[in-house]
């Protein structure tokens, strides 16, 4: 039984996996920071508050019912989303994208120097 757990373990799968969740972890934090102290607060200051939640609000005998917090939820997923796309998917899309451009330059250089490789011993013999 603990072989078969050093084994799954030690699989590539399951440390990625690992690995994937803290980074995970580490990006919530950045986006939530984001959107918590520099987005809700410019929302606040366009809107009066930084949440929905009084929107519609009304009570029952003592109980007091919030629909504007669907709202709240609704707008803070579209700013979670929002801030994810343009401050992590963009910029690593463009870093990928260079990446790329550099790899395709230096395989048509390679491409070229095997070239005049084979044209330097053809003219060799």
Same mark, same amino acid.
């Given at each position: 039984?603990?072989?078969?757990?050093?084994?799954?373990?030690?699989?590539?799968?399951?440390?990625?996996?690992?690995?994937?969740?803290? +980074? &995970?972890? #580490?990006?919530?934090?950045?986006?939530?920071? %984001?959107?918590?102290? *520099?987005?809700?607060? $410019? =929302? /606040?200051?366009?809107?009066?508050?930084?949440?929905?939640?009084?929107?519609?609000?009304?009570? +029952? &005998?003592? #109980?007091?019912?919030?629909?504007?917090?669907? %709202?709240?939820?609704? *707008?803070?997923?579209? $700013? =979670? /989303?929002?801030?994810?796309?343009?401050?992590?998917?963009?910029?690593?899309?463009?870093?990928?994208?260079?990446? #790329?451009?550099?790899?395709?330059?230096?395989?048509?250089?390679?491409?070229?120097?095997?070239? $005049?490789?084979?044209?330097?011993?053809?003219?060799?013999?």
């Amino acid at each position: 039984m603990i072989q078969g757990f050093k084994e799954f373990i030690s699989k590539g799968n399951a440390i990625d996996l690992a690995v994937g969740m803290v +980074i &995970g972890a #580490a990006f919530t934090a950045v986006i939530t920071a %984001l959107v918590e102290k *520099v987005i809700n607060p $410019l =929302v /606040g200051g366009l809107f009066g508050q930084p949440n929905f939640d009084a929107v519609g609000q009304f009570t +029952i &005998g003592e #109980a007091v019912v919030q629909p504007g917090a669907i %709202l709240t939820a609704l *707008v803070n997923l579209l $700013l =979670v /989303g929002a801030a994810l796309y343009f401050f992590i998917i963009v910029p690593m899309n463009k870093l990928n994208e260079l990446k #790329a451009d550099k790899a395709e330059e230096e395989e048509e250089i390679g491409e070229d120097i095997q070239l $005049l490789r084979e044209i330097r011993d053809s003219l060799a013999r």
